[in-house]
């Protein structure tokens, strides 16, 4: 179905001016809305789908995935926070009865702290038939059973495989895996991201011709919308090519875009090779920048002359400041990534040179505490969502998969509560309204409109219900139920069915 007419829906406010009160209907031609408005008239030979009241969103985006390497780990056994060989074993028989008769790979088990340690008996007594292969959450051991320490040729034992045996095994770990990046696992990928409201990625994965994703969706995995980036290395190729952001990156596959020129100007906060204006407490340094400032702006001159706009990671304060000075002397159009540590008088230049924020809410979760150690003198500076938004900064919300979910929902309640467990919010003065972070997931679309892309999202409950604290929000919000993904005026998840 790709032409419809949706009645009944409650129109999600997003913009700036007074929406529609009480339900309208939709009518979706040709991959548009073409028209909003109470009792439209059903153009005759088009289907009719009744929305039964439920919440209208323009479908969201994640704006910074690695999705291949988001693919190959997210269809492995989530073990991350088991804690003990039952939990472990019983995530285990999850899989196993979803995918019978399939080898399994897992990830993410870390046994120091289990009351019993893995053995391989255990593991053969839930799965005596196909080869398990759980992969540590540190990546230094292997617990397997029986059938794949056969298949990897290692002696049998009783206990996990260490360190010294395991590295050789785990390069081979694709022959008990499969291809773990087919175009089937990328529709399963896709697929499950839908589920989530999600209509389009944008896909910065390191390393991949730039043939990869039109093969893939010519092979089936033309689910979402993809905007492709490119690093350094592909610039001269996707100039070569005419490729500008935003053409198709082949005619006829319209959901398949050409996306920024990816820069990675500094390192990580984990590494403390973020490059920042002071040093870090721990006395490793203050960071620095992954390039002279000359050869940074020597790339974003020459993606900007050929029509490409910039993405530029930028994590600690110094490197978004000089980023930023790099958008003003090139005229460069884009992005910085990332963004976590900056100035307040940065954050209102971001502004007024037009510089997006993509930034990815959920890392905070992660990064609160290792923060308070290394940057404790400026943790009110980290994720600084609220002076973005005071600012008018344009945002777009992000995982950065696999660092954290493929899931908006997880970005969108980190951003309006900033914490993960029972602990108070982490400078609750940088949180978001939900309206203020569904704004920033839904490419700048507002509110449902008339003229714009038919992506759209049916929710069963009210997004922008406010009550009850911050940390209730987050939690609604965590598991916002979605009823339906349009993509384009195609349905890609969900059951609602037309009528003739
Ligand atoms: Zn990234």
Redesign the pocket.
């Known amino acids: 179905m790709s032409d419809f007419l949706l009645r009944r829906a409650h129109l999600v406010e997003l913009g700036a001016g007074p929406g529609w009160t009480g339900p309208v209907d939709l009518l979706v031609e040709g991959g548009l809305v073409r028209e909003v408005g109470r009792d439209l008239e059903r153009p005759a030979g088009i289907e009719e789908v009744d929305a039964e009241g439920r919440w209208l969103i323009p479908g969201l985006w994640d704006a ?3 999705l291949k390497m988001w693919t190959a780990t997210s269809g492995r056994v989530d073990m991350v926070g088991t804690r003990s060989v039952d939990e472990a074993l019983s995530r285990l028989r999850g899989r196993l009865a979803t995918s019978p008769g399939q080898p399994v790979v897992g990830y993410g088990h870390r046994p120091i702290t289990w009351p019993t340690q893995p053995t391989v008996a255990a593991l053969d007594e839930v799965a005596p038939d196909v080869p398990v292969v759980l992969v540590s959450g540190d990546a230094h051991h292997g617990w397997l059973n029986s059938r794949a320490l056969a298949a990897f040729g290692l002696a049998t034992r009783e206990d996990v495989v260490p360190e010294s045996e395991w590295y050789g095994a785990y390069r081979r770990i694709f022959e008990i895996a499969g291809d773990e990046t087919s175009p089937e696992a990328y529709v399963r990928t896709l697929t499950d991201a839908a589920a989530k409201g999600v209509v389009g990625v944008v896909d ?1 994965e390191y390393g991949e011709g730039l043939d990869a994703w039109p093969e893939r969706l010519a092979r089936g995995a033309d689910v979402l919308r993809v905007r492709r980036g490119v690093y350094a290395d592909a610039l001269e190729h996707t100039i070569a090519a005419g490729l500008r952001t935003g053409d198709p990156l082949v005619e006829g596959q319209h959901l398949l875009t050409m996306g920024p020129l ?1 820069i990675i100007s500094d390192g990580s906060l984990n590494t403390r090779t973020a490059w920042c204006e002071q040093p870090y407490a721990d006395g490793s340094g203050s960071g620095a920048p992954n390039q002279t400032p000359d050869e940074l702006r020597a790339l974003m001159a020459r993606a900007t002359e050929h029509g490409l706009h910039t993405a530029i ?1 930028a994590i600690g304060d110094a490197a978004c400041h000089d980023a930023l000075s790099a958008y003003a002397e090139t005229g460069a159009r884009g992005s910085l ?2 963004a976590q540590l900056m100035t307040r008088p940065d954050v209102t230049r971001m502004a007024a040179l037009g510089v997006r924020a993509s930034v990815q809410p959920a890392h905070l979760l992660d990064d609160r505490d290792v923060t308070e150690i290394i940057w404790p003198d400026r943790a009110d500076r980290c994720f600084p969502l609220r002076w973005m938004v005071d600012d008018d900064v344009t945002m777009a919300l992000g995982s ?1 998969a696999p ?1 954290s979910a493929l899931d908006p929902w997880l970005a969108i309640s980190a951003a309006v509560h900033r914490s993960a467990d029972d602990r108070e919010a982490w400078h609750p003065e940088q949180e978001l309204t939900p309206r203020e972070a569904l704004a920033a997931s839904v490419d700048g679309q507002g509110s449902v409109h008339a003229g714009m892309p038919a992506d759209l999202v049916l929710l069963d409950a009210d997004p922008l219900d406010t009550s009850g604290d911050t940390a209730e929000q987050a939690r609604r919000l965590r598991s916002m139920p979605v009823a339906a993904t349009v993509v384009a005026g195609r349905i890609v998840h969900g059951d609602i069915v037309g009528s003739p």
Request: hydrophobic share 20%; aromatic share 0%; glycine share 0%.
């Open positions: 910074h995935t690695h910065l990816k990671h990534e990332h950065d660092v």
